[in-house]
């Protein structure tokens, strides 16, 4: 077994189903949600510590832009130790 681990785990999930452009995909914010489930409910995350961001959020600040995807990289790297 590996070393014990200690902190905060955080997530930074990013998904993008490009609604009404010529290469809409379909499933990946449903992707979203699968993810942020199982990282509560197997993995022991805390929902404050989960950042998620796909293209049918209300809040225009969390959708997957580049600017906001680097804010949200650097919300993960906050506080991070070696």
């Known amino acids: ?3 014990e681990m200690t ?3 955080k997530a930074f999930i990013s998904g993008c189903n490009y ?3 010529s290469a ?3 499933g990946c ?3 979203t949600h699968s993810w942020k489930d199982i990282l509560l409910n197997h993995y022991g995350f ?3 510590d989960i950042l998620v961001m796909h293209d049918e959020m209300e809040d225009a600040g969390l959708w997957p832009t580049l600017a906001n995807m680097k804010n949200g990289l650097r919300c993960l790297a906050e506080g991070a130790n070696p």
Do not use: I, M
């Open 29 to 31: 914010v449903n992707d």
């Open 24 to 26: 809409e995909l379909k």
């Open 46 to 48: 805390e929902e404050k």
């Open 19 to 21: 609604p009404g452009q």
């Open 1 to 3: 077994a590996g070393p």
């Open 7 to 9: 902190g905060v785990k």
